[in-house]
């Protein structure tokens, strides 16, 4: 399983960004995918996941300002961001659950200035 992540950059606070995640090999239409970020110095965070029927869960710091989607014939998740706030800036990293295993790939970083 293979995970890219894309859409990260430079925003000012305030602003928006939508990440997006593509999935590839031997990927299972019931997996459930999601996000977790990691700011420098601090523990890895999940942000937000969404199961293949749609269900979502929502870290508390992302509740009503970002919105996790999929398109499932595609493979791809992504992250709408809006409200950024300075200590929103980390890595963001795109992952999957499937078949009993926790995959992700490499980040993209979201950097949010003040």
């Known amino acids: 399983v293979q995970l890219q992540a894309s859409g990260g950059g430079l925003v000012q606070a305030g602003g928006s960004l939508r990440l997006s995640c593509t999935a590839s090999g031997k990927i299972f239409s019931t997996n459930t995918m999601g996000w977790h970020r990691q700011a420098p110095g601090k523990q890895r965070e999940l942000v937000a996941i969404?199961?293949?029927?749609?269900?979502?869960m929502y870290a508390d710091s992302a509740k009503g300002r970002f919105t996790i989607s999929r398109d499932n014939a595609k493979n791809m998740v992504y992250l709408r961001m809006d409200s950024l706030k300075p200590e929103d800036t980390a890595v963001y990293y795109c992952?999957?659950?499937?078949?009993?295993?926790?995959?992700w790939g490499q980040g993209t970083l979201v950097t949010v200035s003040s």
């Open positions: 969404m199961t293949s029927v749609g269900s979502t």
């Open positions: 992952l999957t659950v499937q078949s009993g295993g926790l995959y």
